[in-house]
């Protein structure tokens, strides 16, 4: 049965969409046919961070109205086999998302996909309720930063109302907390959150720590999520989360300040 | 400049190829007339006027666009039915019966 999960925040810029492409990607590693689906009518970012950019020719909005297939606006990702993006509109804005139109594409691509990643925008509006509605799964992005943990709060009491599976008395939708952009050494110098003071406040499942990290920047600057940089440690942590979100354990990583020697240091300049 | 960045310079830097994906995706997006909007449309009275001479099926179209700095391509794939003899020949095929020479 196909798993609906939207990559949802509340606030802006906190790494949705650098989650988004990381977890679809990741899960097609895993052998899973994955669709990654733009729900960021107008201000069109995932097309970038997936690298296909060049490639929209129909988008999810044209497929709602009836204006294209399905088939055609799906583009298939060069790099990995099983993973496929949808693009959005550029042009219009989210009041083209209607609910019906919404379960009618996502219910075809359930027919298609073991997992449909939705990135959510930010904020409480139509879009982000478009996107999280279906959902069965919510990874909450949250950067350990006051206001962010504040908006992730908010956007659980959304989940917790106004998602399908709320109205209609269902399971709850399942909650994962992912906890973005950490630093280590600022966390020591007690300028950060902690996690535990995170998990604390939101008392949600933690699905993984991912380190601020230079190769987040570098990946989308070439169109390459950073889940396919392996040897950063922000690729491997979207990695391990994978992992841990398809029910293995593994230890949670890069909480802790890397100890820092010369040799080290220069090593990990030219890395 | 360090050693590092010397062999660098060989090839593109991440952010030159930042750069030079933005300009094309900007170049596409801003003109007026430029906007892909028009491809809904233009699909539509393509296939209307490619369904005046053979039925075509809907599901087996393919559009590709590759945008480029210079120029874009655009692919149109439309998959034609079969010729009717061919057609004719394996529902014979199918129901046992060979073609008999006229
Ligand atoms: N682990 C990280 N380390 C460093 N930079 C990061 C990390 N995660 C995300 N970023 C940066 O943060 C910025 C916002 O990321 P992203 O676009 O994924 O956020 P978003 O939540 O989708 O934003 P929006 O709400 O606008 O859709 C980007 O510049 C991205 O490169
Ligand atoms: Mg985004």
Redesign the pocket.
Known sequence: MAKVIV?T?G??????????AAFATGLALRGFKTVVVDF?VG?R?LDL?MGCERRVVFDFINVINGEAKLNQALIKDKRVENLFILPTSQTRDKDALSRDGVEKVLDELKKEFDYIIC????GIEKGALMALYFADHAIV?TNPEVSSVRDSDRILGVLASKSRRAEKNQEPVQEHLLL???DPERVERGDMLKVEDVLEILAIPLLGV????????RA?NVGMP?ILDEKSN?GQAYLDAVARFLGETVEHRFMKPEKKGLLDRLLRRTA | MSIFNFFRTQKKTVAEEAKERLQIVLAHERGAGSSPDYLPMLQKELLDVIKKYVRIDEDKVEVKLERGGDFSTLEVNIELPPPAVAAQRRRQAAAGGGVRPA
């Open positions: 990559m925040s606030k802006g810029g906190v790494g949705k969409t650098t989650s988004s960021d201000l970012n961070i990135d959510s925008p930010a992005v973005t952009r950490y991912v380190p601020e990290s230079p190769a987040v920047l989308s950073v922000a």
